[in-house]
């Protein structure tokens, strides 16, 4: 294509290193690359094809935390840039950026057969954030909690498991230990989240801390227990094997599989499987040396004593999801959250606790995580009779995989090409333009124009969502609110930096009046609490105005204000 020579570059950068996954479909890297880092590997992969191709690679996430890499001189200088990220979160914050210094965008994915480009032209085109996909269909929690089918379901349980007992609840502990306003901040909360919130905190510091390895078997175990068989004796308790309905069918038909408790044998593998994973995730949580010796965690397994299970009555089970919805978020009793508040010690006296929440990694088979995952699947699998799934079957839906099919990124990078020519050869008219939509499958292949960008007015004047205002610093607060009024005839209500509001009409006077005659720099500074960095250029302004009539004005252009240099 010639994109990069004749005194052009290409930038390329991921932080990501090779795996031999990866080659199936990214056929710049080799069976020896594994283990080196993309961006390296691509760029010496592409110069040794063609010489002449100026490319330079760099291994940095692109992010609000490298923005003194990319700072709006790096982006400034390129013509365009070209996306291939896999998280919504880093594709919108490019397409902030592109939008904010007005620069071309191709945006593209693939999931198994399926494909998608976008490209995003300045002062034509929507923007990639203008539109969002519809949320994924989530399995009711009625299903997951009490009626799974499917290993699916299962697998979802098992997610949900890991993420509050390893990751949640020790995060609120350790909230608890190092924020002095996290009771404070809980207590504000709706509902009964308060009491719920501050038990789990008890639980975690003080009623089941673990002092040994050993104490963390015997968790284990007792978790063991309650999961799958004192949960599913109190459910058939409620809902016997032969309940029938109100209609006078039987309860347990259809869609509901009628369970049954599993009884804890040392000696089958699963059942272990789950007691070393748990046990040494509770210990990776709090700092415990670990144990994979399965003789000597069975051992151990023989002094605990698990108590016998009576169920009992008046327990409420929700059947439906609106049953489920219609009990929860309550009030919950006052004197119990003041009780549990007196109970729990001070940060002050837990300060030889450490705490160490666990974030889902399904790629490290030596962190117990899959292991976790597939064993507490299958056993819940095990208690409804559903066929049990492989390690690899369960790392594919847990971590929500679909293999990667070289023919469809093939396709979707042609098809992503075809769309820079037009780019590059300046085209101003939004119907040369196509967005694709592809399934290989099908197969489908679809072809849009792009969605033009929406137009607004204020004050008789029309602007779209890649217009801005420009504004050259330094002026004071009071100077800049004058500003607008005069130049532009809108009254600022609210002026906003990110997250930090830095003037509002409901503010109170002296705080307005402390602001009023301070530099915009030095506002931001001050309420944000952080410096200016040293490579900022410019600073974005979000704002609202009335009109002159004093009407709101809807979707106002941002501000850039430009530091002097």
């Known amino acids: 294509m010639g ?157 949900d498991e890991f993420e509050g007992l390893f990751k949640q609840r020790p995060e609120e502990a350790m909230k608890y230990l190092e924020d002095p306003t996290f009771v404070e901040n809980t207590l504000k909360l709706p509902g009964d989240q308060p009491a719920d919130v501050l038990a789990s905190v008890k639980q975690q510091l003080v009623d089941e801390r673990p002092k040994s390895f050993a104490d963390c078997v015997a968790w284990a175990r007792m978790h063991f227990e309650s999961q799958y068989s004192n949960q599913i004796k109190q459910l058939l308790y409620n809902f016997p094997k032969d309940h029938q309905t109100s209609t006078g069918a039987l309860f347990w038909s259809g869609f509901k599989r009628c369970p049954h408790p599993i009884e804890f044998d040392a000696s089958e593998e699963l059942h272990m499987d789950y007691i070393v994973a748990a046990a040494n995730l509770r210990a990776a949580v709090y700092g415990i040396h670990n144990c994979t010796d399965r003789q000597e965690i069975s051992r151990i397994l023989e002094r605990v004593k698990v108590p016998v299970f009576k169920p009992k009555s008046g327990v409420q089970i929700s059947v439906t999801e609106n049953e489920a919805s219609s009990r929860t978020g309550g009030l919950d009793d006052p004197n119990r959250v003041s009780n549990i508040v007196k109970e729990l010690p001070l940060p002050s006296k837990l300060m030889e606790v450490s705490i160490t929440p666990q974030e889902f990694e399904k790629d490290d088979d030596t962190n117990f995580h899959m292991d976790f995952i597939v064993a507490a699947s299958n056993l819940r699998a095990a208690n409804y009779d559903i066929p049990l799934a492989d390690r690899h079957h369960s790392k594919l839906i847990a971590g929500k995989i679909i293999p990667a099919i070289a023919t469809t990124t093939s396709l979707v990078a042609g098809l992503v090409c075809l769309e820079l020519y037009k780019l590059v050869q300046g085209h101003n008219k939004l119907k040369l333009y196509r967005n694709s939509f592809v399934n290989l499958a099908l197969p489908f292949f679809g072809f849009t124009e792009p969605i033009a960008a929406k137009k607004s007015k204020f004050n008789g004047r029309e602007y779209t969502m890649w217009d801005h205002f420009e504004v050259q610093g330094e002026l004071t607060l009071k100077q800049f609110l004058d500003y607008f009024k005069t130049k532009h005839e809108v009254e600022i209500t609210m002026l906003s930096h990110g997250l930090s509001i830095l003037y509002s009409f409901s503010m109170s006077p002296p705080k307005v009046n402390e602001r009023l005659d301070l530099p915009m720099s030095e506002v931001v500074a001050q309420v944000s609490k952080k410096p200016i960095e040293p490579h900022v250029r410019n600073l974005i302004f979000e704002l609202l105005c009335n009109d002159k009539n004093g009407e709101d004005i809807e979707d106002m252009p941002p501000v850039h204000y430009l530091l002097p240099k």
Request: proline share 5%; glycine share 6%.
């Open 3 to 159: 994109l990069g020579t004749d005194g052009g570059c290409i930038y390329v950068t991921d932080m990501d290193i090779i795996e031999r996954s990866n080659l199936n479909r990214q056929f710049l890297f080799r069976p020896w690359d594994v283990g080196q880092l993309k961006s390296v590997t691509a760029a010496k992969a592409v110069a040794k094809m063609n010489p002449e191709v100026s490319i330079v690679s760099h291994c940095h996430r692109v992010g609000q935390d490298s923005e003194h890499i990319y700072t709006d001189d790096f982006f400034g200088a390129l013509d365009g840039v070209a996306n291939a990220l896999d998280n919504v979160e880093s594709r919108t914050y490019i397409d902030i950026r592109c939008v904010q210094l007005s620069k071309p965008l191709l945006e593209s994915g693939t999931l198994g057969t399926k494909g998608n480009v976008q490209v995003v032209v300045p002062h034509l085109s929507e923007s990639y954030s203008s539109s969002h996909d519809p949320p994924e269909k989530s399995i009711p929690i009625c299903t997951l909690k009490h009626f799974p089918n499917a290993i699916e379901h299962t697998l979802q349980w098992a997610r």
